[in-house]
């Protein structure tokens, strides 16, 4: 069975404090993995897509890395508008059906 | 605008009343999606369509009907709802492919008393 495990459940750093956020999955095949940004009453908003191990992407404060076994979400020197919940999801083993297994999600806050 | 819109935003009814919830994107994606958010789960899939006519159950697909006859709309209907479908709903398209990202609406926040 496909799972993702992201760590920690809640995250409360100071404004320019940077950290890491954890995925990890076990899913044979990957065929990709997907970070999304969700803020309170809103739906996931996407952020990146890694392909392969080895791959970095980054988008202003923030950078995703991917290997065999797990990914990370790196916030340097955060601001307090990168408070939300950040979801992290893989395609399902099997083919072709497009579904997506998401794991259940840090609740980062930034403090000024 | 494009983009996906999902209505209505909030909705409370009862034990055993029929209700739809509706999803329109104006992408043109291929690949529609319905999901629900419970604290403690996460997002799981109820039910996908890979384009119109075409749907597919997904992991909790117990109590739902969707139907697709366009490709831009994709309803969920839950034909007697229950206390355990209280929950927060998610719509999602995208484009085919398993590396395409899916995009999502802002949710039906639905509560059954």
């Known amino acids: 069975e496909d799972q993702v495990t992201q760590s920690p459940e809640a995250l409360r750093l100071q404004e320019g404090e940077s950290s890491s956020l954890n995925c990890s999955y076990t899913?044979?095949?990957?065929?990709?993995l997907f970070w999304y940004r969700q803020d309170p009453g809103k739906g996931p908003e996407f952020l990146f897509t890694l392909y392969s191990a080895g791959e970095e992407k980054e988008k202003e404060r923030l950078k995703a890395t991917l290997t065999k076994k797990e990914s990370f979400l790196h916030i340097t020197a955060p601001k307090p508008e990168d408070s939300a919940t950040y979801l992290c999801?893989?395609?399902?083993?099997?083919?072709?059906?497009?579904?997506?297994?998401f794991g259940k999600g840090t609740k980062l806050s930034v403090i000024p | 605008d494009a983009g996906i819109t999902q209505s209505p935003r909030y909705k409370i009814t009862e034990t055993g009343r029929q209700v739809t919830l509706m999803c329109h994107q104006t992408w043109s994606h291929s690949y529609m999606f319905w999901y629900r958010q419970d604290l403690g789960h996460g997002l799981r899939l109820i039910y996908y369509?890979?384009?119109?006519?075409?749907?597919d159950k997904g992991e909790v697909p117990d109590g739902y009907v969707v139907s697709r006859s366009k490709t831009e709309n994709f309803p969920l209907t839950l034909e007697s709802a229950t206390r355990s479908q209280t929950s927060v709903y998610f719509c999602a398209s995208s484009d085919p492919g398993e590396t395409q990202p899916q995009h999502f609406g802002d949710g039906t926040r639905l509560s059954i008393l």
């Open positions: 369509s890979a384009a119109a006519d075409i749907t």
């Open positions: 999801a893989v395609p399902d083993s099997g083919a072709g059906s497009y579904q997506l297994t």
């Open positions: 899913v044979s095949g990957l065929r990709g």
